[in-house]
Nanobody, 122 residues
């Protein structure tokens, strides 16, 4: 059963750090681009950042310099390291595994995790 599972959410004070994990039980993890998304209450889901199979990363401007995405293809795991957290980072964070070139006809659909709550509050 192919699935994506996030973990590591929780509550933290402003300025604190959290590290989220994403495990994807796909057959060839290294070919998938991993995206981290978040959805705050009353807002649309937004892209936080992505990492390609070879480790190229991109981040939305609001998290650049504070968040870091990494991966271990052997462990089929990706991480979102979040430092200097702010109250506006409060959201449910989701991991998504996107197949090569988003070719869903060949590889099947993008896979989403169930989400993990991150709350930043004093």
């Amino acid at each position: 059963h192919v699935q994506v599972v996030e973990s590591g959410g929780g509550s933290v004070q402003p300025g604190g750090s959290l590290r989220l994990s994403c495990v994807a039980s796909v057959s060839i993890f290294s070919i998938y681009t991993i995206g981290w998304y978040r959805q705050a209450p009353g807002k649309q889901r937004e892209l936080v950042g992505t990492i390609t199979g070879i480790g190229t990363t991109n981040y939305t401007s609001s998290v650049k310099g504070r968040f870091t995405i990494s991966r271990d293809n052997y462990e089929k795991t990706a991480w979102l390291q979040m430092d200097n957290l702010k109250p506006e980072d409060t959201a449910v964070y989701y991991c998504m595994a996107d197949p090569p070139y988003s070719d869903y006809a060949l590889w099947g659909p993008a896979l989403w995790g169930q989400g993990t709550q991150v709350t930043v509050s004093s």
